[in-house]
């Protein structure tokens, strides 16, 4: 993609799209981090289903504690990988009342010091929970990254550190959320929707996919 397409292409998202936000369901930034946290190798219909019922019950370090780990697993067990991610979370909890007085810290260095937390992870809390201009590349941002031209890499790091030099700071906060989503309904992996795409004219993937 060329660097005077680039402007354009995410001035087009934003117009589709003004204000963007994670399909994950939260109501505070330790949800969000737990969320995040179980939605690893899942999709976010699953891990809401799962939080709907949780939080309620348990949307606090201490309350997730208090549940004990049979109780957490008993909640998120319809989830992926869910007796490792109830393991993380409860000793995350642990650390977070331990280390950072019940708080998530808002730092990439102590985010992905929590167990489950990585790199991916920190990203997401730091962008949607305290407005940081990070990039949490997951599979979506990869590919469109990489299929249009505007960031390409080898892997997600690559791709991450290609997407902070070349996206325009006034679209840096919202840029991975029109992102993820564009991937997810239209840049689809095995056949992209090209003929819906509002940003197809700044793409480099050729041929365009049409309809039928």
Known sequence: ???????????????????????LEYASVFELLTAVLLSAQATDVGVNKATRK????????????????EGLESYIMTIGLYRSKAKHLMETCRILIERHGGKVP????????LPGVGRKTANVVLNVAFGQPTM?????????????????????????????????????????????????????????????????AYCDFEPKVTAG
């Not at 808002?106 to 010091?113: D, M």
Request: aromatic share 8%; proline share 8%; net charge neutral.
């Open 54 to 69: 949780l939080f309620p019950v348990a949307n606090t370090p201490q309350a997730i504690l208090d549940l004990g780990l």
């Open 106 to 113: 808002n730092s990439r260095e102590e985010l992905v010091a």
């Open 136 to 200: 949490a590349v997951d599979t979506h941002i990869f590919r469109v990254s990489n299929r249009t031209g505007l960031a390409p890499g080898k892997d997600p790091l690559a791709v991450e550190l290609q997407l902070i030099r070349r996206v325009p700071a006034e679209y840096a906060v919202d840029s991975h959320h029109w992102l993820i989503l564009l991937g997810r309904y239209v840049c689809q992996a095995r056949k992209p929707r090209c003929f819906e795409c509002v940003v197809a």
């Open 1 to 23: 993609m060329k660097q005077s397409d680039i402007e354009p292409f995410f001035a087009t998202l934003k117009a589709a799209n003004p204000q963007p936000n994670t399909e």
